[in-house]
Structures are given as structure tokens and as C-alpha cells.
């Protein structure tokens, strides 16, 4: 996103690297596995043995000491004393997806945050709570009710590739009128007590994020945990933007990624949602050229990629496709994209909004690899971004255009040119906005629209 008008999104991806196969169970007479080695990858319930210990990992796992790594929130888990030798058959990867998360620092685990649903159709917008701009500053209580997710903008890293994420409120300086810090907590509890969702946004235009190293990776996870506590949040929502997520040169399955960043990201998030439960709410933002894009190109792979970020989100997505709530793509900033059609389709209306969604309620072949096929997500887990204003993004599309684009993924009526490849999808979940203060800026045209039309649909 862009702090002063515009929303970006994330890139990721995830899965897991080529994976050096060992012995999945320890026998009857406990005997040790295979020795564990510092540059074999391990999968879940892979088991090594060290020290006279058998060791079984609870998710993806590369150079972590099983001796050192097997407290409570670490990667491994002690099976105990073994004795002896054993050659058993390899283990099977795991299915896709295969990306399991990796152990965040060894600490307490975190009170679980109660599960509670969204409505049928949401309303999902992002919150400038950070810095200023031309929109202005709006207070957590200020916020109409209609607001189903809330997303707090933004959580920045100390540096690109620390991993260690921090937010603030925004310096009264900048920002006349803020809240204190307690004030803008209970206000969070009282939207939660409501039923509404708030996440803390990572990334950003500002807000680049490189888990290049697993101690990244680990103090990604104790420092977003940190900002969950500190103000009660229900979970977090990924908005890379950047080089973020650029592929490594080889890397062409997005079921099996070898990037570091990709793996260890997907292994943070999972790590977070292990920490606080079923009730942890994960949304994601990306742009169109970090998804859509790779129905034509994938990162620098033989199809004919030509940038490491084009579809680089897809691994991301697909690893975690059983933990995401919601997936909003931005349908602006945005180039010319092919849709399932073959045709190139733009900016500025309907057509957009219903050809890039249909792409992830139909699935895709990835880079026009037919035998690679990016499988549809359930339309529950779907929504798209579009701007509030004409202030607040390139793309912006006046309601009745946006009313369109849904009336035609909902029902499969007044679709205009393009016809569905997945059909009508009675359960998707609804919009996505850049930004709440823009939108409040401009009179709430977008919530005053759009909010009484998604319960309508209902």
C-alpha cells in the first residue's frame, strides 16, 4: 500500500524445498532413526535422531538442532532415548500444501483468541492508524459499525530483513487528534466485543519485508506476537509489497518453493496460528501481479517469466490455503491482465473485477503449464479490494460498476462480455477497500453503497 493513496499488496509464497526423505516413525523397539543433518529439509512427522534421541518434526525443517529446538514452541518434539540402528523406508512428502510453519521463539503460548465468525458478507477496509496523509486521521471508536475487518495500517520491520515488526500510533504531531494508546486499545475491545475483526496490516509501501534467515523468521513471529498482545488483536493481514517476495532463479513450483523467504514466511504464519488458535484471522492483499500474473508468467521460470515477483504469491497462498480467511486481491495499480478468457482485460470497470476474481474461484494452470494447476479457493475465503475514492488508488470504479462485478460472481446475472468459468459462487465473501479515512474523506460513498447492497444479497 501506499501511504499516501494508494493500497499495495503482498507477495508471498510458500511451500517446501526438495525434501531429503527420513524415517517417519521410530519402530516398536525404539530404535534411532537416521542421524539428523544440518542440510537435509524435514517435513512433518519426518523423525531423525541425535544423541542418543529420536526427534519427530512438527513442520518444515532445515539446519534447526533437534538437541537445541525441541521445547514446547520449537520444531521438534523429544520422542525419547532410542537404541540401536534402523533402515526403514522413506516417508512420503506430505500433500500439498506442503509447507508446515516453523517454531517461533520458545516462549509461553498465547491466550487463544476466541473464534467467532463474519458475517456471510464482509465489508473489510484499511485503517490508517500509523501515519498521516491526505485523508486525515480516524479514531479506532470513530469507525462506523459497518466495518466487519478493520485492518490497522501498518506494522514495519526495523529494517528489510530483521524480521522484527513494530507499530505505533501515529505522533499527534503528525496527526491531530489521535487517541492515547489506552483509549485506542479499548476502542479495539469494543469493536471486538461487536463481533468486528482487527488485524495488524504488515508491510506496505514503506514496509519491506525479506525472511531471508530462519532467526528473521523467528523474530517475525515474537515481535508480531508482541503487537497482537499489546493491543488484542484477532490476527494479522500480509500486505508485502516490493521485492518482498521475489523468486529464487530454479524456483518453478509454486506447490514446492525453495525460496527462503517464501518458506520461512508461510512457516511464520503458520507458527502464528498454531500460537493463538482456530480463532486467529488471516487475510491477505496482494496486487494482480503477484497472483493473476502468474496464469501467464511464473517468477523467472522456463515459460517465459521475465520478473522473480511475477505470481510469487501463489505458493504463499496456496501453502496456507487451509488458514486463510479471506483473500482480497487489488483489483488496481494495476497493469492489463489476461483472464481465463485470454483476453487482456482493465482497469476502470466491472469487467476487471469479475475476470480477476473468477480466476481464483475457477483455479489456473500457472504459467500455461497445464500440468500445473493452481487449484480454486472456496468463495467464502474471497473477496476483492477496490478504492474507496478517486483519491485513493488508480482503478477506482463507481459503485453501481462495482455492484456489477458482484451481482455477476454471486448470481451469475449481468456479467456483460465475460461468463464465469467458475460459475456462480453464492458464498463470496465481499469487498475490500484502501481506505476507511479516504472513504470518510469522500462523504462514505463506499460504505453508504456498498454495506446495505452486500446485505441484500444475504
Not at 530483521?162 to 489521535?178: H, K, M, N, Q, Y
Not at 523467528?218 to 493491543?231: G, L
Not at 480466476?359 to 503449464?369: H, Q, R
Request: with cysteine.
Amino acid at each position: 500500500m501506499r501511504r499516501s493513496v494508494i493500497l499495495a499488496a503482498a507477495v508471498s509464497v510458500a511451500a517446501a524445498c526438495s525434501v531429503v526423505h527420513v524415517a517417519s516413525t521410530a519402530s516398536a523397539a525404539a530404535a534411532c532413526a537416521p542421524a539428523w543433518s544440518a542440510s537435509a529439509v524435514y517435513v512433518k512427522d519426518n523423525v531423525a535422531s541425535k544423541g542418543g534421541d529420536n526427534y519427530t518434526a512438527k513442520w518444515w525443517t532445515q539446519g534447526e538442532d533437534p538437541a537445541l529446538k525441541s521445547g514446547q514452541w520449537d520444531v521438534w518434539t523429544n520422542n525419547g532415548a532410542c537404541g540401536g540402528t534402523t533402515n526403514p523406508s522413506p516417508s512420503a512428502p506430505s500433500a500439498s500444501p506442503s509447507v508446515s510453519p516453523s517454531a517461533g521463539p520458545s516462549t509461553s503460548p498465547s491466550t487463544p483468541i476466541p473464534v467467532g465468525g463474519l458475517p456471510r458478507r464482509a465489508l473489510i477496509g484499511y485503517l490508517h492508524a500509523s501515519f498521516a496523509n491526505g485523508a486525515g486521521y480516524l479514531r479506532m471508536a470513530d469507525v462506523p459499525a459497518d466495518w466487519d475487518i478493520i485492518n490497522l495500517s501498518f506494522g514495519e520491520p526495523t529494517s528489510a530483513t530483521s524480521g522484527d515488526i513494530r507499530f505505533t500510533l501515529c505522533p499527534a504531531a503528525e496527526c491531530p487528534g489521535v487517541e492515547t494508546e489506552a483509549e485506542f486499545t479499548a476502542a479495539i475491545r469494543a469493536k471486538r466485543a461487536a463481533g468486528k475483526k482487527v488485524l495488524l496490516s504488515i508491510g506496505g509501501a514503506n514496509g519491506q519485508v525479506q525472511l531471508t534467515t530462519t532467526a528473521a523468521r523467528d523474530r517475525f513471529v515474537s515481535s508480531v506476537s508482541a503487537v497482537i498482545d499489546r493491543y488484542g488483536l484477532d490476527g494479522v493481514d500480509i500486505d508485502f509489497e516490493g521485492h518482498s517476495l521475489s523468486l529464487n532463479t530454479g524456483d518453478t513450483d509454486f506447490k514446492n518453493p525453495t525460496t527462503p523467504v517464501i518458506v520461512n514466511l508461510i512457516s511464520a504464519i503458520r507458527s502464528l496460528k498454531a500460537r493463538y488458535g482456530a480463532g486467529f484471522v488471516l487475510t491477505m492483499a496482494p496486487e494482480t501481479f503477484f497472483v493473476q500474473l502468474g496464469y501467464q508468467y511464473y517468477g523467472s521460470g522456463p515459460w517465459g517469466g521475465q520478473d522473480p515477483r511475477a505470481g510469487s504469491y501463489l505458493p504463499v497462498i496456496h501453502a496456507l490455503r487451509n488458514d486463510i480467511t479471506v483473500l482480497h486481491v487489488q483489483d488496481y495499480n494495476s497493469g492489463s491482465i489476461m483472464g481465463l478468457d485470454n483476453q487482456y482485460h482493465s482497469m476502470g470497470g466491472a469487467d476487471f473485477h469479475i475476470a480477476m476474481t473468477d480466476m481464483l474461484l475457477a483455479g489456473f494452470p500457472v504459467a500455461g503449464n497445464t500440468a500445473n494447476v493452481f487449484p480454486a479457493l472456496r468463495a467464502d475465503q474471497i473477496a476483492f479490494g477496490a478504492p474507496s475514492s478517486v483519491s485513493s488508488g488508480n482503478g477506482y470504479v463507481a459503485p453501481a460498476g462495482v455492484q456489477q462485478a458482484v451481482t455477476c460472481l454471486v448470481k451469475g446475472t449481468n456479467c456483460g462480455g465475460y461468463t464465469p468459468r467458475g460459475g456462480a459462487s453464492s458464498d463470496f465473501r465481499g469487498l475490500m477497500t484502501w481506505s476507511i479515512n479516504w472513504d470518510r474523506f469522500y462523504g462514505w460513498e463506499f460504505r453508504n453503497n456498498h454495506e446495505p447492497f452486500l446485505n441484500a444479497l444475504n
